[in-house]
């Protein structure tokens, strides 16, 4: 059986702010305006990361008034921990595993 580790979402993940909102989102759930404040990061490349973000299936939005909301969907970083868990177990199990070379 193939372990596979969701190569898509990785990438979303890869980058260093998606990263920094992810881990601030894992803390609270923020708003637009706290984002920005917490990353740095300005108004517009916020958004295009937090689009992303959403179309990947990370975060969901809470409109709030003027203010749009961003949680993390928990179930989503849970499931792409138990694909890496799965993939260490694999590797645990295949350690004495050794192909002949032809």
């Known amino acids: 059986m193939l372990m596979s580790v ?3 979402l990785m990438r979303v993940l890869a980058d260093p702010l998606r990263l920094q909102i992810v881990s601030l989102l894992a803390k609270e759930t923020l708003c637009t305006t706290h984002l920005i404040e917490e990353t740095g990061a300005k108004q517009t490349n916020l958004s295009n ?3 992303v973000l959403r ?3 990370v975060v969901e939005t809470e409109p709030c008034g003027r203010f749009t909301y961003y949680k993390l969907r928990a179930d989503v970083i849970a499931n792409l921990a138990g694909q890496f868990a799965d993939l260490a177990e694999s590797a645990r199990n295949a350690a ?3 192909r002949a070379c032809p």
């Open 6 to 8: 969701d190569a898509d």
């Open 49 to 51: 990361h937090m689009r």
């Open 55 to 57: 179309e990947a299936g």
């Open 96 to 98: 004495d595993n050794k």
